[in-house]
Nanobody, 120 residues
Framework: QVQLVESGGGLVQPGGSLRLSCAASGSIFSINAMGWYRQAPGKERELVAFITSGGSTNYADSVKGRFTISRDNAKNTVYLQMNSLKPEDTAVYYC??????????????WGQGTQVTVSS
């Protein structure tokens, strides 16, 4: 069993910052790419950012220059530093990971989501 648990969401004013964390636990052999997605009310879930096991990153155009994804492989944790937040960043943020539970078997795992609300 593998679990992803997010933390760090909350209410912040426009222009503010939040840092999301996602810790993976359980029967983990290794972790490949990890990412953050978000889903706003009435909209489809969209990719925000992802980071490979080697540290390469990719971002949605809407967050480039404002958000930074990073990971601590020793802690099986991925972070999302969000700066200069805008009301349109309001959404439930989900952590995702491609996690090997043996040396050749892997699955796609999701966290339960954490609410981020940007409002004055």
């Amino acid at each position: 069993q593998v679990q992803l648990v997010e933390s760090g969401g909350g209410l912040v004013q426009p222009g503010g910052s939040l840092r999301l964390s996602c810790a993976a636990s359980g029967s983990i052999f290794s972790i490949n790419a990890m990412g953050w997605y978000r889903q706003a009310p009435g909209k489809e879930r969209e990719l925000v950012a992802f980071i490979t096991s080697g540290g390469s990153t990719n971002y949605a155009d809407s967050v480039k220059g404002r958000f930074t994804i990073s990971r601590d492989n020793a802690k099986n944790t991925v972070y999302l530093q969000m700066n200069s937040l805008k009301p349109e960043d309001t959404a439930v943020y989900y952590c995702n990971g491609d996690i090997y539970y043996s040396d050749y078997e892997y699955d796609d795992y999701w966290g339960q989501g954490t609410q981020v609300t940007v409002s004055s």
